[in-house]
């Protein structure tokens, strides 16, 4: 309930401060929110599973409040600053689509730091004041995933195996079978249109090459009463004399698709008339190649600004060399995601901007996981300095455990909510996510920390070398 409050809190702080920059609310926008709310959360459950293992340390409810907000702090901070670095490059280095997920998500996370830490802690302040009590746990979750001993290093090579066939796979379908790029990176025109009436692809397609030559795609979207249709007939030409030509040609070409007869005016009213264009959109192929550019520009420098930063805070280039390759992983798995399964979904997984939304609100959430895991091994080391990596690593994996699949599930009901209720033009966005949330999680355990591992131990034995 309190962390509701916080989110809720969070999102008013959010809105207002973008009505204050007048941003505009895009789908990369929207993309940047649910990022924000997904870290928000995971700040409660921090600072939640915090103060239950100062409970089950045998302090008292205040001092295990106090306590515990004060040991999640150095995981908290670490992680959204991450991803606020991430977004500032984002920012700088973006255009267009990744701007607007830029701008929103840096907003947000300086917006759910206040809301987390502070709004949270007041309420509970309150209620202590007042001698309530409050329960951070009940029957059925006290000793959820409490004393594993999962030896997660020793896994590491089955989870290499698994990964690398997944990437191999990706790469393949990647380079052979391709995209299926959407008007945002080819340039045209993109209609959603309705009929009154189901029909096929195939009609509606053979109908339209007739028409257009054969520059001319078409696919199933929302149903078999509704059409994605892009072009690029004369998208070079921007006069409003050449869409009129566009709109015209698309109604003579599926007029006789319709159970009742439509005239073009009817046709093209998009907000008056229930059926014929639903909604149109055009992009300039100069556009696209800027988008194309800039997006591609910007992810390597934030992967670079993330190696950086963590290689400096963390005092070791390894931790930064884990955190990007767990990234590439990711990157790869979700690009090989919309290649192996572009056009054999129900919904569209276009290369456009909820690609790019996609592989940067996955980039933002896995760094933060990765992060804070590091963290914990870095505490780790800090108290049992004389314990090897291996055991220090895998007690850490074991404690954050249950704050990993928490804070998965809670961002997972987000994504799924959005997926069966969002509609159709971000169904294909939400399954992205849905998979890279699941990956970004498998990665921060298997790749990134393994990896830091790996590379320690190599770097060790170098040393030891050296000195004979």
């Given amino acids: 309930f309190v962390a509701n409050i916080a989110l809720l809190t969070n999102v008013l702080f959010l809105f207002g401060a973008l009505v204050s920059f007048g941003e505009v609310l895009t789908l990369p926008g929207i993309a940047g929110i649910v990022l924000t709310l997904g870290m928000a959360v995971d700040a409660n459950v921090i ?76 309420i509970f302040d309150w209620r202590l004041e007042r001698n309530k009590n409050i329960t951070f746990d009940n029957k059925y979750t006290r000793n959820f995933l409490q004393n594993t001993k999962v030896d997660f290093v020793g896994l590491r090579r089955k989870a290499y195996i698994f990964s690398i066939t997944a990437m191999v796979i990706a790469l393949g379908f990647i380079f052979v079978k391709g995209f299926s790029y959407g008007v945002d990176f080819t340039g045209g025109r993109t209609y959603v249109i309705r009929f009154d009436q189901e029909v096929t692809t195939a009609a509606a397609r053979t109908a339209l090459l007739k028409e257009f030559d054969g520059s001319v795609e078409v696919k199933q979207f929302g149903g078999g009463s509704q059409m994605k249709v892009t072009t690029k007939y004369l998208i070079e030409d921007n006069s409003e004399a050449t869409d009129a030509v566009v709109d015209a040609k698309i109604y003579n070409a599926l007029r006789g698709l319709f159970k009742n007869d439509l005239t073009l005016e009817e046709f093209t009213a998009t907000t008056e008339n229930p059926n014929g264009i639903v909604s149109s959109e055009k992009v300039g192929p100069t556009i696209a190649d800027d988008i194309k550019r800039d997006a591609f520009i910007a992810v390597i420098i934030a992967l670079i600004a993330i190696f950086v930063y963590i290689a400096a805070r963390f005092r070791n280039w390894t931790w930064g060399t884990g955190g990007v390759v767990a990234l590439m992983h990711d990157a790869i798995f979700v690009m090989g995601f919309f290649a192996i399964f572009s056009g054999l979904l129900p919904f569209s997984l276009d290369v456009d901007q909820s690609f790019i939304a996609a592989i940067l609100t996955i980039i933002g959430y896995s760094i933060n996981d990765t992060v804070i895991i590091f963290d914990r091994i870095r505490e780790y080391r800090a108290l049992y300095p004389k314990r090897d990596l291996k055991e220090n690593i895998n007690e850490a994996l074991n404690s954050t455990l249950s704050r990993t699949v928490n804070t998965g599930g809670t961002t997972l009901v987000v994504l799924i909510a959005i997926a069966l209720f969002g509609g159709e033009v971000i169904r294909g966005f939400s399954v992205a996510l849905i998979v890279g949330v699941i990956i970004g999680t498998y990665s921060s355990i298997f790749i990134a920390t ?12 170098k040393q030891k070398e050296l000195k004979k």
């Avoid at 992680?79 to 998500?105: C, D, K, M, Y």
């Avoid at 393994?450 to 034995?461: A, F, G, I, N, Q």
């Fill in 450 to 461: 393994p990896v830091v591992y790996d590379l320690y131990v190599r770097k060790m034995s």
């Fill in 47 to 122: 600072i939640y599973e915090r103060i239950r293992e100062e409970l089950r340390g045998g302090k008292a409810l205040r001092l295990a409040v106090s306590d515990g907000y004060k040991n999640a702090y150095s995981a908290i901070v670490d992680g959204n600053l991450t991803t606020i670095i991430t977004g500032v490059v984002l920012a700088i280095f973006g255009s267009g689509p990744v701007q607007g997920f830029a701008t929103t998500l840096v907003i947000g996370i300086i917006t759910s730091l206040m809301t987390s830490i502070f709004i949270t802690r007041l």
